[in-house]
């Protein structure tokens, strides 16, 4: 059968044609760096469908259309969400906590208790469980962090994602996965006040310039860049790598590559781990 519309009604079910498809893919890179591949049309196709019926919406160019528009902010916030994973856990990848435990940390810690200044990222925080298992290793190395001037600031595209990471209540099958001095006591209950004291939140789109002033020593940005394509990765590389500090670290997914002009500067130190060599740009 040839898809001739937009979105035919198939056992109440819309399909999505190849045309939607190439218009879907086109307004996700732009708006959120993410490549999709044909060979996803059949996900996006069955997602968007389930959407598109939830919201009543039989026209798929209208709903394309009202995305562009300000108050279309919502919406593009869960196509983000049907198209992405928020898929995250308290210490994932946990080698990258060892090497901030064992080498990253302390001298940093010194720095700061000389009255220096200290600023940890990750970047696609999703539900917060990333930076805060920063704030726990952090916590169990500098007890009175929260006096110095160390900050941990965790960011995501998706709003929904940041408000739960601000909630800071996880359920009792994630908490059993970090320290029992951390595990909030009751149903409902925050993380402790010692490591929500350490982070902050906002909303950040990654292929969007940067708006800090200051530098980073370490940056976690962990599957999220294996979303975008190669060029938009590289942009991503560059524009961390010239937020690091000299000798500051990079941490990426376990399938993530670094590539492009970044890699100049950015030396391998271990499993998807990188320092930052220059104090100079990538171009
Ligand atoms: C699979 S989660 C990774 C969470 C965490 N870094 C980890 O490794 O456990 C990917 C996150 O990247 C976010 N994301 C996708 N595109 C993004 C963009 N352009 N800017 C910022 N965040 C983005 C998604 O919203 C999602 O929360």
Request: net charge neutral.
């Amino acid at each position: 059968m040839t898809i001739a519309h937009s979105i035919e009604p198939s056992a109440g079910q819309f399909i999505l044609s190849d045309q939607d498809f190439e218009a879907v893919a086109k307004f996700a890179h732009k708006n959120f760096g993410l490549a999709l591949s044909s060979s996803k049309k059949p996900l996006v196709s069955s997602r968007l469908s389930r959407r598109l019926n939830r919201l009543n919406v039989r026209d798929f160019k209208s709903y394309l259309s009202n995305l562009d528009t300000p108050g279309g902010e919502g919406e593009r916030s869960e196509l983000l969400s049907l198209l992405t994973t928020n898929v995250t856990q308290f210490f994932r990848e946990p080698h990258h906590f060892e090497t901030l435990r064992e080498d990253v940390l302390p001298p940093l810690i010194e720095k700061a208790r000389s009255g220096g200044r200290v600023r940890l990222w990750s970047a696609g925080c999703s539900n917060g469980q990333e930076p805060y298992t920063m704030a726990m290793v952090l916590n169990q190395l500098c007890p009175d962090a929260a006096r110095l001037d160390i900050k941990i600031l965790g960011t995501d595209i998706d709003p929904v994602v940041v408000r739960t990471a601000q909630a800071a209540q996880y359920p009792a099958d994630e908490l059993a996965q970090i320290p029992a001095k951390y595990r909030a006591k009751g149903a409902g209950d925050q993380l402790p006040d010692e490591i929500l004291s350490l982070v902050s939140f906002g909303v950040l789109n990654l292929i969007e310039p940067f708006p800090f002033k200051g530098k980073f020593d370490a940056i976690f940005c962990r599957n999220v860049a294996i979303y975008f394509d190669t060029p938009t990765q590289q942009h991503v590389w560059s524009a961390f790598q010239k937020s690091l500090n000299p000798g500051g670290y990079l941490f990426i997914g376990h399938s993530e590559r670094m590539s492009g002009p970044a890699a100049t500067h950015l030396q391998t130190s271990g499993i998807t781990t990188y320092i930052n060599s220059s104090a100079g740009l990538s171009t």
